[in-house]
């Protein structure tokens, strides 16, 4: 049921963070997180199919390949799937905040509030807080150690879900790592 090995490396290579690319080498898709998460994203928009134990593109799949690029409407199905359906906490080990997905428009308008200019995650992860005080709940709840620091659970998590895995995928924000 995985993408194959040397596919999933070339993945891997073009498309995977970081921290997975200074692996030596992976030995099946599921360690690849970002490829995984890939894979069904592309499922999800309907750009692939599994047939006979097989992945395909479908037409749609085809024609964006064969186009080299994505049209306005194969970019908002993208946008629209990862927005709405595609699961933020795939894989990355933070507590269900669900608020972090859910508020999408809030945040966004947070971003386009206050980072005309860079500034500091931290202060768009703490108006986010202020502005959903409730998501502390959610992780106090959540058990394991989560439950020490709520506030640095949720900074963390809305850091890591909406702006890194969001808004820099999609190329909303330009984000400089030391």
């Known amino acids: 049921g995985n993408l194959p090995l040397k596919f999933t490396r070339e993945l891997l290579e073009a498309f995977g ?18 490829v995984l998460a890939i894979r069904h994203i592309l499922k999800m928009c309907k750009w692939i199919k599994k047939e006979k134990k ?18 306005t409407g194969d970019f908002w199905t993208l946008f629209s799937v990862f927005a709405r ?17 859910q ?10 509030r206050m980072a005309r200019e860079f500034v500091d995650a931290d202060e768009i992860a ?17 058990g394991a150690w989560f439950s020490a620091d709520p506030s640095g659970t949720v900074k963390n998590c ?21």
């Open 54 to 71: 097989h992945f395909k593109l479908t037409l749609k799949g085809r024609k964006i390949v064969k186009g080299g690029r994505l049209s």
């Open 103 to 112: 508020s999408i428009v809030f945040s966004l308008y947070l971003v386009h």
């Open 158 to 178: 809305f850091k890591l879900r909406f702006l890194d895995r969001f808004c820099e995928y999609f190329g909303l924000v330009v984000i400089r790592r030391e």
């Open 126 to 142: 703490d108006g986010f807080v202020r502005a959903f005080p409730l998501a502390l709940e959610e992780a106090k709840t959540s």
């Open 17 to 34: 963070t970081l921290p997975e690319r200074r692996r030596i080498s992976i030995r099946s898709e599921q360690e690849a997180t970002s």
């Open 85 to 101: 359906e595609f699961n933020w906490g795939f894989q990355d080990r933070y507590p269900e905040i669900l608020i972090v997905q």
